[in-house]
């Protein structure tokens, strides 16, 4: 009970991942994605630059404004017959002023020389003394929230960018020329322009001309204007920026949605599929099969799969090689048990001898399999942990044939049965990239196997050749060959088929079969096939290496 509920509880986790509406990477993708669309669209609607074009533009309007009202008063509000000279006339300025802004806009000032205010198109004259004219806001502005959004938003932007602020705008109940330091600048005969901030982000735009006569400055005008004509165009384009951007982050967002679903939902199902293969023991469950795809997650599905079928089959060949060995080893066991209750039994030291000498036997022959199989078994591991390093097999297999010949005349006194032939033929190395001892153990167990179906007359012949970058050598005795059927079975583990004069348990089975997984490991192919003559008689046997050379 207690494993169930811990695995009951590792498992809530996944199950809850796998029920989420956004997985982490979903989340990830759908945030990089609208962070740099975001960016961008917060870069595109501040519109610092295009807003001071914008001013610069209303300056120029107004600056040419502003001369044409000078040149108006200069010729029709100046008395020239007065003791003081040229003056202006207050009652005709101040008409000529209120004429001329009907048709732009603006409001309109004009300053005499000393200073004092002559005209404002803002302030009437009544009964009951001056009155001002003050311009309400379009209806239902104040509950707009977009412009003040954008408000906040370009204050903040300013402030970030190092953008001009610009001084606030201030009006006194009596205005004078000292006010405003365009006025002064244009009482000394120059043109003079001022922006200032209403108090909010709406500015007022400032240009003093001075009024003439004969080069004489006898006032300044000065027109000025909001710039809600400038806002309002400022905000149609933020308007269309925004409205683009809604339907590129809708694009966005549908993309992204698209791509994390054939990006994450293809990997969670491949991990709740590995996790379900994890924990089957019947095999029943398989990776999906994304090969359809031709991109990587086809690619890591495929992997996965494989990876899953290699598992299987090591996980299989793991079971049958131990259940090969515990029938193996139980073999010897059992005569040596067998062998040692009869002993204890018998009273004949001849047959006590005889038994001792069975006993001797099946501990060599056990002694031999436990060793053949502890080679075997940490055979995969040697071979995937080792570095492959050039190896010249021409000059190996002459070395071997070497040493099996000299070994063979020093025990048996005969000729040499084994011969090299093909390698003169190629002057140059016959290199392969492999592991030097191992290739040799494939080679030294070849040679074997083929001694021990030789007579002792019986020529051995090792052929190399070399063609299309790969590199073979056949190994050909003159031997009783391979049983029918059987070519392929011989490299089975703890197959056995030895002549009837070999004494039994001198070979464990295991050798030809260790030698193929060799080849194998090193991308190569070993078979075995009979020679046969014209008559289709069998010659003897021929065990073939392909190695690449590349």
Do not use: C
């Amino acid at each position: 009970m207690t494993r169930g509920s811990k695995s009951q509880t590792s498992n809530r986790p996944a199950n809850q991942r796998n029920r989420r509406l956004l997985s982490p990477l979903t989340r990830r993708i759908l945030a990089v994605n609208i962070l740099a669309l975001a960016l961008l669209g917060a870069g595109v609607l501040f519109h610092g630059e295009y807003r001071k074009t914008l001013i610069e533009a209303e300056l120029k309007s107004l600056t040419v404004q502003a001369q044409m009202f000078a040149a108006a008063l200069g010729e029709g509000a100046i008395a020239a017959d007065t003791p003081a000279g040229h003056q202006l006339i207050s009652e005709i300025a101040d008409r000529i002023v209120r004429r001329l802004v009907e048709t732009t806009g603006t409001r309109a000032r004009l300053f005499r020389n000393n200073g004092t205010l002559v005209a404002d198109s803002m302030r009437l004259m009544g009964p009951g003394g001056m009155v001002r004219i003050e311009e309400l806001p379009p209806p239902g502005a104040d509950r707009e929230l977009l412009p003040a959004a954008l408000e906040v938003y370009d204050r903040l932007m300013r402030r970030l960018t190092g953008h001009e602020v610009f001084p606030i705008y201030q009006e006194r109940s009596r205005q004078h020329a000292r006010d405003y330091p365009e006025i002064i600048s244009a009482l000394g005969g120059d043109t003079s322009q001022r922006v200032r901030s209403a108090g909010g982000d709406p500015l007022i735009l400032s240009v003093a001309v001075p009024v003439q006569r004969y080069k004489q400055v006898l006032g300044a005008v000065l027109l000025t204007k909001g710039s809600r004509v400038i806002d309002e165009a400022l905000l149609e384009v933020r308007i269309a920026i925004l409205k683009i951007f809604a339907s590129a982050l809708a694009v966005t967002v549908l993309l992204s949605m698209y791509l994390a679903g054939t990006i994450a939902r293809p990997i969670r199902r491949l991990a709740a599929a590995a996790k379900l293969v994890r924990h089957d023991h019947g095999r029943k469950q398989t990776i999906p099969d994304f090969a359809g795809r031709n991109d990587e997650i086809g690619e890591l599905a495929e992997s996965l799969s494989e990876m899953t079928e290699a598992l299987w089959l090591r996980m299989d060949a793991i079971e049958s090689f131990a259940a090969d060995v515990a029938h193996e080893i139980k073999n010897p066991l059992t005569s040596l048990r067998s062998a040692v209750e009869t002993t204890a039994r018998l009273k004949d030291p001849k047959q006590q001898r005889k038994l001792m000498t069975i006993i001797q036997e099946d501990v060599v022959r056990l002694d031999r399999l436990i060793s053949d199989i502890s080679d075997a078994s940490r055979l995969d591991a040697e071979l995937s942990r080792a570095e492959t390093e050039p190896v010249d097999i021409g000059a190996m297999l002459e070395i071997l044939v070497d040493l099996q010949n000299t070994t063979f005349d020093n025990t048996n006194g005969g000729t040499p049965r084994i011969h090299l032939e093909g390698r003169a033929l190629d002057d140059e190395p016959l290199m392969v990239n492999g592991i030097e001892i191992r290739l040799a153990q494939v080679f030294r167990n070849l040679f074997t196997n083929a001694v021990s179906f030789s007579e002792t007359q019986d020529r051995i012949t090792i052929t190399v050749s070399r063609k299309d970058g790969w590199m073979t050598v056949h190994v050909d005795d003159e031997g009783p060959g391979l049983p029918k059927g059987k070519e392929d079975a011989i490299f089975d583990r703890f197959y056995t088929d030895r002549r009837d004069s070999e004494k039994f348990g001198t070979h464990s089975g295991l050798g030809l079969s260790i030698s193929r997984q060799i080849i194998n490991a090193h991308g190569g192919q070993l078979t075995a096939s009979n020679r046969m003559d014209a008559d289709g008689n069998i010659l003897g046997a021929r065990f073939t290496v392909h190695l690449s050379t590349g």
